[in-house]
């Protein structure tokens, strides 16, 4: 079973993990929420690929051929991957393994004792493992590992030393040998021991003369261990038998041991020595495995490498560079500290001097007193907190890092990054996401144990890591709950990280006025303006775009569109109003509040809902007969606006009424075609060339409904979509004249200004364009992203509704290879606001809707009847890939030489043959290992004849060759 503890550094991303959930939850950005998938994936990735890395793991028990108790010698382990995966930084006692693939073995050796006589089971032992990423310390006990102590033997100088009941027989002989008896003195041989030179009688004789004793020659010894009981008294009685045992067999007696659990016949040698030594190591408690443990090792050193270093410096980069991403810091004193990180990667890449801690704390001091006390007044709380990380940066390259420092300096790398999402909403997240993303896993794989050099073993294993935890911090991301209801009261929002909520400075046009490129700043806000339901039952399928109307503007002074208080008189029934500052309030009856026009009242009725925001501005679809809310009061203006009589800043409900006919009240207001003429056909001051386009395009139009379409169709054609206005000093000319794309308030205002040269009143309209809709709840989803500008303009006494600007953004300029790239771009762009920074608790259970209903039964059943077919031709071709594969392999590895069939018969029975081996130096290995393989030497001569004499066997050696492969595969089989 594999047991996972959190490191220090999984406590860490916890720390990280629950920092960043906060901070999603409380703002409802959706790039933290992208964080937080990322760090809990990280670590889900990390508990379940650790799970699978040892799942597979065995490991055996290699010792010496003798091993006494209480002695120190090294253990063998013999780790096994017996799985179908890689395991990845197995640690062992401190024994490295990089890579251990699936059949693949290696050993490891390490100091140990045996503490116990017979047989000892290896407790204590685990094999740990951090990959991947370091975030839990994965170990694996390994359990049933047992090896065998011989007993503890001493040293015995002489036969009186000996406590062993011990019984002699048979007659002594001078012998040399080591008995205690002086047989005689004779001259000294080469053979003789130095220690037998008697020094005396060598100096007065003048020769080199010997002792030579009388030792039990040929003689039997008796030793008998009775009664053997347990503890260490036991242990004692056991280690002097067998330290007698090993005395007399020294002496060249034949020796026999006789116990009440057997005996060991008679017999000499080294052998019967270790034949006696293993059944007294089996006696009594021997025979039951007891508990050898093994010290605990943890190696709690911080990881340090050139290439972690380098690895850190990379991701430096990378945090560095998504801080230009966020709109409220500058380019320049980003450029201006760039140059520090380069500066610090070659300090530290040839060592040079670095300042050290003296220097740097009181600048960090400092840093932070200005921070604190200036910078968060002056710059806001925001860029000060951009400031305060572009300084740990800067300070992280340029000092001395010392090897304990690059968690913490990991750690300021995921600040910096979970700063950047909170503060940016642009598509470019996303690269910088996958940036960080390859970074911190490649720096965690490194800070887990895992060499740069050995890449090529895990490097694979490394990006599934990766690849999945991409996958899990998607589904983290769809997922996890989202929630709105604390959005403006929490500490993450007084941070300046809630990007989603609405500003003034972006909702400013649908009430005072608009200026060129103001939509590109209101396009990349997805927040939510209002929902807005049919109350009428819809057709199947989604609903069409809605365009959702809010303030019309008359007056532009080639830059800016605004309005004024325009004084008029308007009829209700049969009674006359005038307008009180320009606004004419509309009557109640009792819920409802009527607007002037003719019409019937129309049964497709709507409900708005308004999220709070300091607007007054009354938003409508289509002709307007009433809107019912039981509180409040409405009026509108010459443009046909309808506001509130003050700001929603709690929300606000109400029903719209709309009547058949066309929109507007202009039936309603009194002088209504002098009121056109002297508000709705001002044009700004130019150089000629915006007329003479409107001349040129209307020339041959014969009424103004004609013009108008005239004017819409060609700017559909002629003028390419960006979504994004690249510079708020760009003129209505240069959109025509110059780089002819823009966004939408550029098409509007273009369609205004020339129709109104044309002589036909026009009016640019800001509102939004519906066109999220809501199978779950079965309503529009309104966000400040689709806000959207088009034209209104008065032909044949109706206000028509003029869109110029190209349909999804796509123009007639489709031969450009890079409008078709920009055009892309943008519809990229368009889908990220709208489904990563847009998507919220209404876009959630709309999406799991959704699944639940194209996973309809008949939906699934479809499927399945379709997928019958490709699915029965895709198995039927991996079979023959199979078939095709197993045949490849079997007939490459069936031998067809003598030595090839006989190799593979020796390898069956253990004899593997090392590369640096000829084939005659395996066989006779084999023979001298197993005699009964000795075949294999006359079928490896019978082999070197065929192969070097380049003539074929004759009939009677094949026969021999075949007879010698059958005894060789019948002996083969019986493995010792």
């Known amino acids: 079973m594999t047991r996972s503890r959190l490191t220090r550094l999984g406590w860490g991303t916890l720390g990280m993990a629950v920092l960043s959930m906060a901070a999603s939850l409380s703002t409802g950005n959706n790039l933290l929420y992208v964080l937080f998938g990322l760090v809990v994936g990280s670590m889900v990735v990390a508990w379940v690929g650790g799970k699978l890395n040892l799942r597979g793991v065995a490991a055996e028990v290699r010792q010496p051929d003798q091993v006494f108790r209480g002695e120190s010698f090294k253990l063998g382990l013999k780790v096994v991957n017996k799985g179908r995966l890689p395991g990845i930084g197995l640690r062992v006692r401190g024994a490295w393994i990089a890579r251990l693939g699936p059949g693949q073995e290696q050993e490891a050796r390490f100091p140990f004792m045996f503490r116990h006589r017979g047989v000892n089971a290896v407790e204590g032992l685990e094999l740990e493992s951090l990959f991947p990423f370091g975030f839990f310390r994965h170990s694996k006990a390994l359990q049933g590992l047992t090896g065998t102590a011989l007993p503890k033997i001493r040293e015995v100088r002489a036969a009186a030393e000996i406590t062993a009941d011990a019984s002699l027989s048979g007659r002594p002989r001078p012998k040399k040998g080591r008995g205690d008896e002086l047989f005689g003195i004779r001259v000294y041989d080469q053979s003789d021991d130095s220690r037998l030179i008697n020094w005396k009688l060598s100096a007065k004789q003048d020769r080199t003369l010997v002792n030579e004793f009388c030792a039990p020659g040929e003689s039997r010894v008796t030793i008998r261990l009775e009664n053997i009981g347990s503890g260490e008294a036991a242990e004692a009685r056991v280690a002097e038998a067998a ?102 990667w070659l300090l530290h890449e040839k060592k040079l001097w670095r300042p050290g801690r003296l220097l740097w704390d009181p600048a960090s001091a400092l840093v932070l007193l200005y921070i604190l006390t200036l910078d968060w007044r002056y710059s806001g709380v925001a860029v000060a907190n951009v400031h305060l990380v572009l300084y740990l940066l800067v300070n992280r390259a340029l000092n001395a890092v010392r090897a304990e420092d690059l968690r913490q300096w990991f750690l300021i790398l995921f600040l910096g990054f979970f700063l950047a999402s909170g503060l940016t909403l642009t598509p470019w997240y996303f690269l910088a996401f996958l940036l960080y993303l390859a970074f911190a896993g490649l720096w965690l794989c490194l800070a887990s144990g895992l060499e740069f050099q050995e890449r090529r073993s895990w490097f694979p294993a490394m990006g599934v890591g990766l690849v999945a935890t991409l996958a899990a911090a998607g589904m983290l991301f769809v997922l996890s709950p989202r929630r709105d209801s604390f959005r403006h009261i929490n500490p993450f929002t007084a941070m300046g990280i809630d990007k989603l909520q609405p500003k003034a400075s972006t909702v400013a046009g649908f009430g005072e006025g608009v200026s060129l490129g103001w939509y590109g700043e209101l396009k990349r806000s997805s927040s939510r303006m209002m929902r807005v339901r049919p109350l009428f039952a819809a057709g199947p399928g989604d609903p069409p775009p809605l365009y959702v109307r809010g303030a019309a503007f008359d007056v532009f002074n080639g830059r800016r569109w605004s309005k004024g208080k325009v004084g008029f008189t308007y009829r209700y029934g049969t009674s006359k109003y005038p307008a009180v500052s320009g606004r004419a309030w509309t009557p109640r009856h009792g819920e409802l509040l009527e607007f002037p026009g003719k019409g019937e009242p129309a049964p497709q009725a709507l409900e708005f809902i308004y999220y709070p925001v300091n607007l007054t501005v009354l938003f409508t679809v289509g002709a307007v007969n009433a809107v019912a809310m039981p509180s409040g009061a409405v009026y509108f203006d010459h443009t046909d606006s309808a506001y509130l009589g003050s700001p929603y800043t709690r929300g606000l409900r109400y029903n719209l009424v709309p009547r058949e006919g066309p929109p507007g009240f202009g039936e309603g207001i009194v002088d209504y075609e002098k009121l056109l003429q002297e508000r709705f056909l001002g044009v700004p001051a130019s150089d000629g060339r915006v007329a003479a386009l409107a001349a040129r395009l209307t020339a041959g139009a014969r009424t103004d409904e004609e013009k108008a379409r005239l004017v819409e169709t060609h700017l559909r054609r002629a003028y390419s979509y960006s979504t994004y206005s690249a510079s708020k000093d760009k003129t209505l000319e240069d959109f025509l004249f110059k780089d002819r794309k823009g966004n939408c308030e550029f098409f509007a205002t273009a369609a205004a200004v020339l129709l109104r040269h044309a002589g036909v009143p026009t009016r640019l309209v800001t509102g939004f364009l519906a066109s999220e809709w809501n199978e779950y709840g079965k309503f529009y989803d309104v966000r400040q992203g689709q806000a959207h500008a088009w034209v209104e303009a008065y032909a044949e006494g109706r206000w028509i509704t003029l869109e110029p600007t190209p349909a999804s953004g796509f123009s007639a300029a489709r031969d450009a290879l890079l409008s078709r790239l920009q055009r892309m771009m943008n519809a990229l762009e368009l889908r990220w606001y709208r489904h990563v920074i847009g998507y919220d608790s209404y876009s959630q259970r709309d999406t799991f809707y959704r699944l639940s209903q194209a996973l309809t039964r008949e939906r699934v059943t479809g499927w399945l009847k379709a997928a019958v077919q490709p699915l029965g031709a895709g198995l039927f071709l991996a079979g023959l890939v199979f078939l095709a594969a197993r045949l490849r392999h079997s007939f490459k590895s069936r031998p067809t030489t003598l030595y090839g069939r006989a190799a593979r018969l020796l390898e069956n029975a253990g004899m593997t043959r090392e590369p640096s081996m000829t084939p005659m130096e395996h066989a006779l290995k084999a023979q001298a290992g197993r005699p009964e393989l000795d075949p294999v030497v006359e079928l490896v001569e019978l082999h070197y004849r065929e192969r070097y004499s380049g003539q074929a066997l004759d009939a009677g050696q094949a026969g021999r060759a075949e007879e010698l492969l059958r005894t060789l595969e019948q002996v083969s089989g019986r493995r010792k």
């Open 243 to 344: 330290s007698a045992f090993k005395w007399y067999v020294d002496t060249g007696a034949e020796v026999r041991l006789v116990t009440p659990e057997g005996a060991v016949d008679y017999g000499k040698g080294l052998l019967h020595l270790d034949k006696a030594l293993r059944f007294m190591a089996l006696l009594g408690e021997g025979r039951t495995p007891r508990p050898s443990r093994i010290q605990p090792h943890e190696d709690r050193s911080a990881p340090d490498s050139a290439a972690l270093r380098r690895v850190m410096f990379f991701g430096t980069a990378v945090v560095y560079g998504s801080l230009f991403l966020i709109d409220e810091i500058g380019f320049r004193p980003l450029l201006a500290l760039a140059p520090a990180l380069p500066l610090g």
